[in-house]
């Protein structure tokens, strides 16, 4: 008995995972900070494969912060398919984080 082709979506059409994009300075404290807090948030939440992360250094990738227009560090972007879908600027603590990513957590 053979058995019926797998459907395979399109490319276009295949979920992706939304991509954390964490723009820091790496000689600010306030960054390293707030990444604390964002691993904190997805490791209670067990979100540690919801988002693919993105660490994006302002020194080195200027570029890319003028891109996504980053005018204050951090900055963490949530980006799904080509669209940014959220900013959230030099976060305070973990429950704002959370509240912010809550449509994408577990």
Known sequence: MASAPQQVEPAAQQHERPRLVFFYSPRSGRCRRVEGFLAQVLQRRRNHETFELLRVSVERRPDLADKFRVEEVPTICVVEGRK???????????????????????
């Open 84 to 106: 940014l879908r959220r900013r959230i600027v030099a976060p305070r603590g973990c429950r704002e984080l959370e509240l912010e990513l809550e449509p994408w957590l577990h």
